[in-house]
């Protein structure tokens, strides 16, 4: 399935990752040129695929209305992360991720 088109950013990804295949690119360019590209992937992909949070909100034992209570989210946004609508921001990874980390630890 393609991935809907952020306004223009999943493009400039796609545009900065041929950049980089392109042959005499300085290295200060290139570097510059590779961290675009992360930063802009994170904005497409997300920082966490939607599998692992799905699988990280059922190990957890919640539902996606006891998540968004828990992330300050809607249950709609919860939604759209598991379903890969819109990608999920660090910001929100991070928080479901020390969420586990306090619960497996007791």
Not at 9 to 23: N, R, T, Y
Request: hydrophobic share 35%; proline share 4%.
């Amino acid at each position: 399935m393609a991935r809907p088109n952020w306004d223009g950013i999943s493009e400039a990804s796609q545009l900065l990752k041929e950049v980089l295949l392109e042959q005499g690119l300085s290295e200060a360019v290139e570097t510059r040129v590779r961290r675009a590209h992360e930063i802009l992937s994170l904005k497409v992909d997300g920082a966490m695929p939607k599998e692992e949070f799905r699988e990280l909100r059922r190990r957890l034992g919640r539902t996606q209305e006891d998540l968004a209570l828990d992330l300050g989210k809607r249950l709609r946004q919860i939604s759209r992360y598991e379903n890969g609508e819109v990608p999920i921001p660090a910001s929100i990874a991070e928080k479901l991720r020390e969420l586990c980390d306090r619960i497996e630890q007791g």
